[in-house]
């Protein structure tokens, strides 16, 4: 709730709940919260392997059949974690569907194998889709807002997000009126102000990338 260039709270399911300082830590729905912030929801694959031994497995980007493929994880008890699996261009509302065809969840599945020849046995035990929030230069808007007076944003984080919880704290501490560590202005949330951003009518991972970077 803003009155008078002010943040005044939250309403949520029709309860008013007061505050002068409000983070919006919304990610791919932050622009429908806020139009003025460019944050651009885009739809992802993820497959999750049995647990296997445990391997060198670095993150990476790499490109497969002209797709973008990213994310390498392998958690503590030997789950491998594979994400960014390659997905048909949708339009902006369909990067909010989740369902899974049997199309999409062979093609996302088939990728360790082909990215790691040696787990070709490697049973995937489930897959999913979900949405992330991205942004037209690819670091997130962490920062005090102009939209309103007491208004803070953390949203759009397409990759990195293992440094999400560092960055909240930083921006906790702004919240707080105190000076973070470290600066936060590159992430300045009213930095694209001006800028005439066209999105593709359709886009997934690959064709997004390509367009931000001829911006």
Avoid at 28 to 37: G, I, K, S
Avoid at 67 to 81: D, K, R
Avoid at 128 to 146: E, F, I, Y
Avoid at 194 to 200: M, Q, S, V, W, Y
């Amino acid at each position: 709730m803003v009155e008078s260039g002010r943040v005044r709270g939250v309403e949520s399911a029709g309860e008013l709940l007061a505050a002068d300082r409000v983070v919006l830590a919304t990610s791919a729905w932050t622009r429908e919260l806020v139009p003025e912030l460019p944050v651009i929801p885009l739809r992802s694959h993820a497959a999750l392997s049995e647990a296997i031994p445990p391997i060198a497995a670095p993150a990476f980007e790499v490109v497969v059949d002209g797709e973008i493929i990213y994310g390498s994880t392998q958690f503590a008890n030997g789950h491998l974690l594979l994400g960014g699996g390659p997905d048909r261009p949708r339009t902006m509302s369909e990067q909010y569907d989740y369902t899974m065809s049997f199309k999409d969840t062979l093609k996302n599945a088939c990728l360790l194998a082909r990215i790691y020849p040696r787990l070709a046995g490697v049973h995937i035990v489930r897959c999913w889709a979900g949405t992330m929030g991205t942004t037209p230069d690819g670091l997130p808007l962490v920062g005090k807002s102009q939209v309103a007076e007491g208004l803070f944003v953390i949203a759009g984080f397409p990759n990195g997000m293992a440094f999400i919880p560092y960055i909240a704290s930083l921006l906790a501490a702004l919240a707080a009126g105190q000076t973070p560590e470290l600066d936060l202005d590159i992430f300045q949330p009213e930095r694209f102000a001006g800028l005439d951003i066209r999105l593709p009518e359709t886009y997934n991972y690959t064709i997004l990338a390509d367009y931000l970077g001829r911006l």
